[in-house]
């Protein structure tokens, strides 16, 4: 977790050229619309061939715990949770539908961004249309930029909301 | 809808430029406002005259069905939308408050732009100040950009959350 | 209140540079990272020092009454209200998390910029992981820039949500 822990970018140090800036808006919106849209096979193509995934509640960052809900260290290996999915659920029961707040460039190190955003995640159940809050907290990502490209190689999802580990089917 | 299903501008294909994408933040931002602020007939001017405005259950836009809750299929259609709605309603009864998520750059043709965006809906109920999520969902837009004025052409907001049409007085 | 209801700069008159867009969303990133990470010695440093920030029912300001929440027409007395609520609490018992979205750019005026943005602020108690919607607002903001740093010399927290005072421990 070092790169996250450097001093906050956003108040001094190197600031995001606008590009840059675009390319990390597009990503989330990007990572939003293709969980959202149940599209999670494309959602797949945002990250790097080593990237890191991880879903942790936020108890355990804070009090320094080990406790992660879900935890795949390669593109692969997500790819088999989402295949797996696959097999299992035919029909999806909700609709996942995430709001994410503005982007905080946290730190940067050569072609890798540490940027962070808030997420608010409301699931609508198909049967009767109602929607609850599922989930609130943290993207702490890393973002690989090379070109006018801009893919995940981390993210964190720390998790406020208490989860079940069986309702998470799908990626927060 | 052939407009919308057209390849990801965001991932191949022709980007927004800056100019463009604050013309796009800035109509969202006004777009929320003047719902919120119950600045409805300013909201009206947002949109160009040939503007299509609907409200579209998630479930029927998925499973191509019909099924429109509102449809108004010119600015003016909507202007005696809103008209009646002020004659039936001297009192509002609750206030409304958007959160939209970023743009995302779907596709571009001539001057227009199709974006999407998230929305979360809270509504307040002026009598007690308790606040619930009236609804979730997506904002299907086609934008029209002449010079530095953006305009929306087209919004279809296709809900996640199940929606009383009697409840349904002001838009999402 | 007289700067705020200037005529929208978003629709007519200046519009806001690139640069002055990227330090405004920074600093809302700031402001709600450092609220919802429990760093509020940090979130005050995101003030001038004659800065006033205050949290207004929104029944009162649309009725023009008076009524308001918490008010503190400095940086010293918002401090000042800080260390108290440190000397109070040993332990957070909730976690805030808010999403923040667009910017609307209201008011120009030399080196100040009228921003609003609505929120919406989750809580998750910290007993049993549970969240729910404490409050959805608008802020509306007047910030200072100066060459390449933004700050915050105005916050009017207008709350939809019915706040009771006595919960009101840390800042919106």
Redesign the interface.
């Known amino acids: 977790m070092s790169a996250v822990m450097k001093k906050?970018a956003?108040?001094s140090g190197k600031?995001p050229s606008?590009e840059v800036?675009?390319l990390v808006?597009?990503l989330?919106?990007?990572y939003?619309?293709r969980i959202?849209a149940n599209e999670l096979e494309r959602w797949l193509e945002l990250f790097t061939a080593d990237a890191d995934y991880r879903i942790v509640?936020?108890?355990n960052v804070e009090q320094g715990m080990p406790g992660i809900l879900i935890w795949c260290d390669s593109r692969n290996m997500l790819r088999d949770r989402i295949e797996s999915y696959r097999h299992v659920n035919e029909y999806n029961l909700h609709?996942d539908?995430?709001?994410?707040?503005?982007?905080?460039?946290v730190a940067h190190d050569a072609d890798t961004w540490t940027v962070?955003a808030?997420?608010?995640l409301?699931q609508?159940a198909?049967e009767?249309?109602?929607?609850?809050?599922f989930?609130?907290?943290?993207y702490r990502c890393e973002v690989r930029i090379e070109g006018?490209a801009a893919l995940f190689s981390r993210v964190a999802v720390i998790a406020?909301?208490?989860?079940v580990p069986t309702l998470l089917a799908t990626p927060i």
Chains 1, 2, 3 share one sequence.
């Open positions: 906050d956003a108040i600031k606008a800036r675009h808006s597009d989330f919106a990007e939003a619309h959202d509640p936020r108890e609709w539908r995430h709001v994410i707040g503005p982007a905080r460039f962070e808030s997420y608010v409301a609508t198909q009767n249309g109602e929607t609850r809050l989930s609130v907290g943290l006018d406020d909301t208490g989860l």
